[in-house]
C-alpha cells in the first residue's frame, strides 16, 4: 500500500526477551520517527530520523530501547530485556521531510509484555 | 517545558449536533506550531491541521473549524453538524520552533456520536 505500514501489528513476549517491531515508511519520505502510546494516552516521542540518521533520540526512555534506519528508509526499533511497563501501542510516522508539517502514521504495532 | 491539557475526557452528541473540543497548552517558545490529529479505532493518527504561533487566524475546513487565541493559550476545535463518521479520539499537540519533529500531544478526548 502507499502508507505507513508497520510489522508486526501484534505481539506477546515474555519478560526480559528481545523484540523488533519494523516501520516501511512512505516511499520517499526522509524523515522517520517513533512514538509509543499508552492505554488512554497520548503518543510520546521516542525518536526521529533524518535519513540514515538519528537526529533527535531524547524521548528513548533508557538503554534498552535502540532504532536503527541504515538505507534511509525501512526502521527497526529494538527493545532489550522487555519489561511489563514496555506494554504499549508503538506508532510510526514518516514526513516527506524535516519540519514537513504533516506526518503519516502507521496502524502501530500492539506490544504486550507478560 | 511543553505541556497540552485537552480536560474532556469524552464527549458525547446526538448527530448533527455542533461540538467543540478544547485545547489549551503551555510553551516557553516564542515559535511554536499547533496540531489536531484523529485517531480513529483502527489506531492510525490522521493530519487535520498545523498552525505556527503567528498565524492566529481561525481556519475553516468544511464541517471544521479552528480557533486559535494565544492570549488563552487555546486551540479550540469544532465540528459542525456532526456525523457518525467524526467519532474518534481528537489528540492536540504541540511542537517547538523545529516543527513536527518532537511532537507533545495531550491526553486527546474521545468523541461519540450518537445516530
Known amino acids: 500500500g502507499a502508507g505507513v505500514s508497520q510489522t508486526p501489528s501484534n505481539k506477546v513476549t515474555e519478560k526480559g526477551k528481545y523484540v523488533e517491531l519494523r516501520c516501511d515508511p512512505i516511499s520517499g519520505h526522509t524523515a522517520l520517527y517513533w512514538y509509543r502510546q499508552s492505554l488512554g494516552q497520548g503518543p510520546e516521542f521516542l525518536i526521529y530520523?533524518?535519513?540514515?540518521?538519528?537526529?533527535?533520540d531524547s524521548g528513548l526512555p533508557n538503554d534498552r530501547f535502540f532504532a536503527v534506519r541504515p538505507e534511509g528508509s525501512v526502521s527497526t526499533l529494538k527493545i532489550q530485556r522487555t519489561e511489563r511497563g514496555d506494554s504499549a501501542v508503538y506508532l510510526c510516522a514518516s514526513s516527506e521531510y524535516r519540519d514537513a508539517g504533516e506526518l503519516f502514521f502507521g496502524e502501530g504495532s500492539r506490544l504486550t509484555v507478560l | 517545558a511543553q505541556k497540552v491539557t485537552q480536560a474532556q475526557t469524552e464527549i458525547s452528541v446526538v448527530e448533527k449536533e455542533d461540538v467543540t473540543l478544547d485545547c489549551v497548552y503551555e510553551?516557553?517558545?516564542?515559535?511554536?506550531?499547533l496540531f489536531w490529529y484523529k485517531q480513529p479505532p483502527s489506531g492510525e493518527l490522521v493530519f487535520l491541521i498545523r498552525r505556527n504561533s503567528f498565524d492566529e487566524q481561525n481556519e475553516i475546513s468544511g464541517r471544521y473549524s479552528w480557533n486559535f487565541q494565544k492570549s488563552t493559550s487555546s486551540f479550540n476545535f469544532t465540528i459542525t453538524a456532526s456525523q457518525v463518521v467524526d467519532s474518534a479520539v481528537y489528540f492536540c499537540?504541540?511542537?517547538?520552533?523545529?516543527?513536527?519533529?518532537?511532537?507533545?500531544f495531550g491526553t486527546g478526548t474521545r468523541l461519540t456520536v450518537i445516530p
Open positions: 499537540a504541540l511542537s517547538g520552533a523545529t516543527g513536527a519533529n518532537n511532537l507533545f
Open positions: 510553551t516557553r517558545d516564542t515559535t511554536y506550531y
Open positions: 530520523f533524518q535519513g540514515t540518521g538519528a537526529a533527535d
